[in-house]
């Protein structure tokens, strides 16, 4: 579990000045808190910590002299401008049950036989924090002739620890043979390019 370096935010700051000065704003909540907690992260670590990182991870929080172990609860991203522009902790709390993200990875695509179609990249579920599962993985080396993988087939996320918030009958990737006339366009393709270098 990698730990990130927060300070508390002066709210007075308005988050654009902030962003100018080099930092991503953020929070941290929690049932034991009081209040949130605002926070200022340096957007080098940010940045470096979001590399290894996703929605769902699990991480120390430092904030001065106190540790938080807390999970991403969510994560504001801009792509034009490629910039973090906020980040949300939870405060993660023995027994009590949170509702997060595990995330879809998928593995050796290249091998699926058959055009591989990605219908949900995140699988929602509440969890103890010691049951959290951040990442699920799904080999299309193993696969074999199966064209189909839905929710039910992870069993990671299958037993009584787990309370599924997204479907258990929700499709993850659905894998479709390659269409007749794909197929003929590629035929037609490679018969061209022979003729061409004849």
Do not use: W
Request: charged share 35%; aromatic share 6%.
């Amino acid at each position: 579990m990698m730990t990130l370096n927060a300070e508390k935010r002066d709210m007075n700051v308005k988050a654009k000045k902030l962003r100018r000065e080099g930092y991503v704003p953020g929070s941290l909540c929690g049932r034991d808190l009081e209040e949130a907690v605002p926070l200022k992260i340096s957007e080098f670590e940010a940045e470096r910590f979001m590399r290894k990182n996703m929605k769902g991870s699990r991480t120390v929080l430092q904030i001065g002299e106190q540790k938080y172990n807390a999970i991403v609860k969510d994560v504001d991203y801009n792509p034009l401008m490629k910039r973090i522009m906020f980040i949300d902790f939870q405060m993660l709390v023995a027994g009590e049950k949170i509702s997060t993200t595990a995330q879809v990875v998928l593995l050796h695509e290249e091998l699926a036989k058959g055009s591989v179609d990605e219908e949900i990249s995140e699988i929602h579920y509440k969890a103890d924090p010691a049951d959290i599962v951040e990442k699920v993985y799904i080999d299309f080396e193993k696969l074999g002739d199966q064209k189909c993988v839905k929710v039910k087939d992870i069993k990671e996320l299958m037993n009584d620890k787990i309370e599924l918030i997204t479907s258990e009958d929700a499709t993850i990737v659905d894998i479709s043979e390659e269409s007749q006339y794909e197929e003929e366009t590629e035929d037609a393709e490679g018969e061209a390019e022979a003729v061409a270098a004849s």
